[in-house]
């Protein structure tokens, strides 16, 4: 069965430091999505990626955040000079399309810790 | 705008007792609904959604929910436990005038004891 896939599984960094966190998404899937969970809080939308530009972005993905879909296959969320409450899981997201609630596939994510 | 609530951080049931978990939604219109399961170290998996075509849904590993629109509730049921059914699970909710994004609720980790 296709699935999305993240990696690295589990990122250490330096405050101030960027990190890249890279996802493949379902090969025929259009629309791409990334979501964090801070340990202990809600699961929260970050942005939506479709036809290479965003589509919608949350009060939290600020100027330090950036995505790219560098090639057919691959969609990156880059985060320039990351803060200690940028530590959190960081899943990805795709789907085939935003259609009548179109089920959204998540990876398994990235957990980022920023020292 | 979308909100979600899962009542009970924790719920412990006995193996072979009913699943019950709780989710209420607040949206100005119907909204579409999810149910997701996450186990240790994994992603997000999709149990079931409701799309407002039957308001009893049939999801993976013999779970359902029922959408309730005048309760605003969308819980999750299963008749009898197993073990393996120990996970977190989330209820989302999304709409397409908001871009699809998912709200989620803050999770409900269920416990099964032998």
């Known amino acids: 069965e296709p699935e999305v896939t993240q990696t690295p599984s589990h990122q250490v960094t330096q405050m101030g430091q960027e990190v890249i966190l890279r996802c493949v998404p379902i090969s025929n899937h259009l629309y791409f999505y990334w979501y964090r969970q801070i340990l202990g809080q809600k699961v929260e939308f970050l942005v939506s990626f479709y036809n290479n530009e965003i589509s919608e972005k949350s009060e939290i993905f600020d100027d330090q955040f950036s995505v790219e879909r560098p090639d057919g296959s691959n969609f990156t969320l880059k985060i320039r000079s990351t803060k200690l409450e940028d530590s959190a899981m960081y899943f990805c997201?795709?789907?085939?399309?935003?259609?009548?609630?179109?089920?959204?596939?998540f990876g398994p994510g990235t957990r980022l810790t920023v020292l | 705008a979308q909100s979600v609530t899962q009542l009970g951080s924790h719920v412990s049931v006995s193996e072979g007792a009913l699943v019950l978990l709780r989710c209420n939604y607040s949206?100005?219109?119907?909204?579409?609904l999810f149910w997701y399961v996450q186990y240790p170290n994994q992603g997000l998996q999709l149990l079931l959604k409701y799309t407002s075509a039957a308001t009893l849904v049939k999801g993976i590993n013999g779970f359902e929910a029922e959408f309730k629109k005048s309760e605003t509730s969308f819980h999750l049921t299963k008749p009898s436990a197993h073990m393996r059914d120990a996970a977190e699970y989330f209820c989302?909710?999304?709409?397409?005038?908001?871009?699809?994004?998912?709200?989620f609720g803050a999770g409900t980790i269920l416990r099964v004891k032998s």
């Open positions: 997201a795709s789907s085939e399309s935003v259609g009548s609630g179109d089920t959204q596939y």
């Open positions: 949206s100005s219109v119907p909204p579409y």
């Open positions: 989302a909710v999304s709409r397409r005038e908001y871009g699809n994004k998912l709200v």
